[in-house]
């Protein structure tokens, strides 16, 4: 008797997952998937949403996704698509035209134009960049509040090389060579510091390290929410050493086709920097998952149903 | 053979050789972080061991509350300990010295326990008191084995505190967490290259080390017979 019950439950509960199973599937628009694409990110949360804003507006389109998300800086994340492990990525205009000119110094605050120039070094190893968006999220370099009183700093240029030399600098490993970094701090406002450490890029060892006091200026994105939170100010980039760091999806031609070209298109048309600074703040600092916080950016700009 | 040139001209560059990121800096580095995490390892294992293997008591609860150190992962201990103590050299030193202990507790706690009955009991008969004969008796017999995990433990600590660099510390792991970022790929087999050599200068000094620390009647004792026949013969 008991085992008669037990058995009929189990065929109910087996029947209601069938049930359900079948609503999800007819629910998904388009159950035959239309080709599969790899989005890959940084390894930063901000590139972890827009990877995710992408992939899911892509899959809500039909295609199934991967994700390779955190995948490591700038060289790996490159490296990747040059090789065909990924199909696309997150990238922000001036940043990358500068990795692939091997910093010519070729990028402007123009991001139409920027854009356009790297065009013309991702054309040769079959990738392409499309639209950028409005969305900027240049990388900014921030003292603590009581260094930025003491040497009466606003802006970058009001650091001089006797300053300088007084202060840590700290900042991720690729750093030293990369254009938007030490590189053309030393270029641009003539800066040496006293000593440079290797932390993240804006991660939990920059924040620690300005916390306990082992670095007095360090490189921070400037969609980061809580910098006043922190006691940080983000020092004005007079001279414009940074350019159009505007989001814009990298992805090899082959991938490109005009359906997920204007799938993407649409997304970077309403991608503000506001809506970036509200969801790095949301996953960054009040730990929520990057791809829920992407589902619901997604939802309010009419994307999910 | 391309790659083998650049990595030479890496390390034939003066550049590399001075400065806060030379080698010579981040040599200092390397070492002190490891010496410093296996002489506090030493500290913390081998009283415990000796006492244990003397008394021959508590030596699997300990050898087993010890290899918990070795199960777990030092990257694990290395991230947990950075989100509790911050950033410095003291998480950093804190997670080698868990991976320093069990090896030289295990074999201080088998060096002792492995003494021969007959020799503590004649020790004891010439009235020895328990303290002289664990320093004078019993540890010089047990010298090769407790040096054998302080050899062990150092190698160890040596090839791990490249992590070190993860959380912003020093040392030869930086050339490959740096070459890695910036993808100079000489640098970062430089750094690799560097943190083998280093492994295998420890463990041949500390070898170094044994030989002149085993009392010179041990050696004997271990050494070669040279010609056991002929006594066997006249037997």
Redesign the interface.
């Known amino acids: 008797m008991i085992r008669n019950f037990t058995s009929r439950w189990f065929v109910a509960i087996l029947a209601a997952f069938v049930v359900v199973a079948t609503a999800c599937g007819g629910s998904t628009p388009g159950t035959t998937s239309k080709g599969t694409l790899t989005v890959a990110g940084f390894n930063f949360p901000e590139s972890s949403i827009l990877a995710n804003i992408y992939g899911q507006a892509l899959a809500h389109d039909g295609y199934t996704i991967n994700y390779k998300l955190l995948l490591?800086?700038r060289?790996?994340v490159a490296?990747a698509i040059k090789a065909g492990s990924i199909d696309m990525y997150p990238g922000y205009a001036a940043s990358e035209l500068e990795y692939y000119n091997n910093s010519a110094g070729e990028a402007t605050s123009d991001p139409t134009a920027t854009t356009a120039k790297l065009n013309t070094h991702l054309q040769p190893l079959g990738l392409v960049a499309l639209t950028p968006a409005a969305a900027v999220d240049a990388n900014a370099f921030a003292v603590p509040q009581a260094i930025a009183t003491q040497y009466n700093l606003t802006k970058l240029s009001d650091i001089t090389p006797a300053i300088a030399s007084r202060l840590v600098f700290g900042a991720?490993?690729?750093c030293?060579?990369y254009k938007f970094c030490l590189p053309g701090l030393a270029a641009v406002y003539g800066l040496h510091f006293k000593?440079?450490?290797?932390?993240?890029t804006d991660g939990?060892?920059t924040r620690?390290?300005f916390?306990?006091g082992?670095i007095q200026i360090g490189l921070v994105f400037t969609t980061d929410a809580d910098l006043k939170g922190l006691g940080l100010v983000v020092l004005d980039d007079d001279k414009h050493m940074t350019a159009a760091d505007n989001v814009v999806p990298i992805i090899r031609q082959a991938a490109a086709t005009p359906e997920v070209t204007s799938v993407l298109n649409s997304i970077d048309g309403k991608l503000t920097t506001a809506d970036l600074i509200s969801m790095v703040d949301q996953v960054a600092n009040q730990h929520l998952d990057a791809a829920a916080v992407a589902t619901t950016w997604l939802q309010q700009h009419n994307y999910s149903s | 053979m391309a790659f083998i040139g650049s990595v030479w001209r890496w390390f034939s560059d003066p550049a590399h050789w001075s400065g806060a990121d030379g080698i010579p800096q981040r040599l200092v580095e390397h070492v002190q972080l490891s010496a410093e995490s296996v002489a506090i390892g030493a500290l913390i294992a081998l009283p415990i061991g000796v006492v244990l293997g003397h008394f021959g008591r508590f030596g699997n609860l300990a050898i087993n509350i010890s290899n918990v150190g070795r199960a777990l992962p030092s990257f694990g201990i290395l991230v947990l300990a950075f989100q509790v103590f911050g950033l410095g050299d003291f998480p950093i030193v804190f997670s080698l010295t868990a991976l320093a202990i069990p090896p030289m507790l295990t074999n201080s706690y088998v060096a002792l326990r492995e003494v021969d009955p007959d020799v503590k009991d004649a020790a004891r008969g010439m009235g020895y008191r328990q303290l002289t004969q664990v320093l004078r008796v019993e540890l010089p017999l047990a010298v090769p084995l407790v040096m054998a995990g302080v050899r062990t433990s150092a190698v160890q600590v040596v090839a791990t505190a490249t992590l070190a660099a993860l959380i912003s510390g020093g040392g030869f792991g930086r050339y490959i967490i740096d070459g890695l970022a910036q993808q100079d790929f000489t640098k970062l087999f430089a750094g690799a290259l560097l943190v083998a050599l280093l492994a295998m200068a420890t463990e041949l000094s500390l070898a170094g080390l044994e030989r002149l620390l085993v009392p010179r009647g041990i050696r004997l004792l271990r050494a070669p017979v040279l010609a056991p026949a002929t006594t066997t013969k006249a037997a």
């Open positions: 490591g800086p060289p790996i490296a991720g490993p690729e030293p060579t000593a440079v450490k290797t932390l993240d939990p060892l620690a390290a916390k306990n082992s």
